[in-house]
Structure formats: C-alpha cells, structure tokens
C-alpha cells in the first residue's frame, strides 16, 4: 500500500473538528442525565482527542455510536439540559455521518445502520 493509499484511508479525520468541538459537552451531560459534574465535560474532551490523534477509525466510531446511543436513551428525558444536548448530539453525528458519503474508504458503509436510525 503507497502513500496515496495510507493517506485515503484517514480521510475521516477531515470530518472531525464539529464533533470533537461540540460532543463532549453533550456526551458528558447525556451521561450525567443532567448538569455534568465539575471536570466531566474536560474529561469527556480529552477522550475524543486520544481517539482523534491516534488517527483510528473503528475507535472514532465506537465513540461515536456510543454518543448516539446515549442521546436515544435519554428519548424521555425532560430536563432542558438533557433535551438540548440530545439534539445536538443528534443533529451533530447526523451531519457527520452523511459527510462520510463523500469519502473513500469503509466508514460511510460502516456508518449505513445509523444513518438510517437518524433520518
């Protein structure tokens, strides 16, 4: 495999900065079922920059489906907290997921199953 191809398949990383900006905030109050504790969110955010710089896929997506999985259970919730963060996290993995389309490599078919469960 020559560079062109190593390369192609980080493409992925180009689709990143939104989520690793605004998702540990949600995830870290999506876990809390409210107001995350003190620490929590930078704890959150220091986990998406282990799984960004180490540049590795299946984990980005892992962290990703984790996310979205945490915002569906919280589908009853009525804390605003809870509410605002569930729809960001939402529309946040939605708009990611539908920007790997455009990519080559695996990640938009590995991603086809919650694509669907978002639209």
Known sequence: MG?????????????TP???RLLPGAVATLEAGGRPEPGAVE???A????VVVRARLRAW??????????????AQ???PHVVSAREL?????SNHHNLLLGLP????????????RLS
């Open 61 to 74: 997506l892992a962290y990703l489906s984790r996310a979205l999985e945490l915002a569906e259970g919280r």
């Open 89 to 93: 996290a939402i529309a946040v993995i």
């Open 105 to 116: 490599g695996s990640a938009a078919r590995r991603t086809a199953a919650e694509r669907a």
């Open 47 to 50: 986990r998406v920059e282990r």
């Open 77 to 79: 919730t009525s804390d």
């Open 18 to 20: 939104e989520p690793e």
């Open 3 to 15: 560079w062109r191809a190593a390369a192609g398949t980080r493409d992925w990383l180009s689709v």
């Open 43 to 45: 704890r959150e955010r």
